[in-house]
């Protein structure tokens, strides 16, 4: 089981996919992200789930949170996953600006 920061990041992830946060991404980015995803909904020896953490944490950190298609609650959820793990939230917002 995956722990509680990774589920949320995972969740958040999942949304800002749907609502085209990461349509920016190149295809190859996009295909190993959604792999994170599923691999991380699979039960992994825990050297390959950290692996696998630590690259899905750097693929969100590239999202577009100004589209017009994000929801606030996904945005909180966006916020507070990448809280927990320490990143400077506001100097990612202002790098995307």
Request: hydrophobic residues 40%; contains cysteine.
């Amino acid at each position: 089981m995956e722990t509680k920061p990774y589920r949320l990041l995972m969740n958040a992830a999942g949304q800002l996919l749907q609502q085209h946060a990461f349509d920016h991404l190149t295809d190859e980015k996009l295909v190993r992200m959604s792999s994170c995803l599923h691999k991380l909904m699979q039960p992994l020896v825990a050297a390959e789930k950290r692996s696998v953490e630590k690259e899905l944490l750097n693929y969100c950190r590239e999202a577009n949170l100004f589209i017009e298609t994000a929801t606030p609650q996904s945005l909180h959820q966006w916020y507070a996953a990448m809280s927990c793990f320490g990143e400077p939230v506001m100097s990612i917002l202002e790098e995307a600006e």
